[in-house]
C-alpha cells in the first residue's frame, strides 16, 4: 500500500495526494548558494567571514561546515540585480 498525504486548501478542504511530502530545507550550503547565485564558493567564504550573508556553522569549531538560510539567496539576488 503506497502512502498518502493531507494537503490543506485554502478554502479549508483536504487534497489527498499520493506518495510522501517533499521537504526543502531551511539552510543551505556554501556550494548550493554559490550555483543559485553565480559567485564562487570561495567568494561564498569570504562574504560570510564579513557578515555581509547571513550563516551558521554547524558547530562551534572554525572549520565545520556553513550553513546559509534559503532567503539569503533571494537577497543576494536582489542586492547584484539579478
Not at 8 to 37: H, W
Amino acid at each position: 500500500m503506497s502512502d498518502f498525504f493531507k494537503l490543506p486548501q485554502p478554502d479549508g478542504s483536504l487534497l489527498i495526494m499520493p506518495g510522501s511530502p517533499e521537504t526543502v530545507p531551511a539552510e543551505v550550503n556554501v556550494r548550493y548558494f554559490s550555483k543559485r547565485t553565480g559567485i564562487s564558493q570561495r567568494r561564498v567564504i569570504e562574504l560570510c567571514v564579513q557578515n555581509a550573508i547571513t550563516h551558521r556553522r554547524k558547530s562551534s569549531k572554525q572549520r565545520s561546515s556553513i550553513l546559509i538560510p534559503r532567503s539569503e539567496i533571494t537577497r543576494f539576488k536582489k542586492l547584484k540585480g539579478k
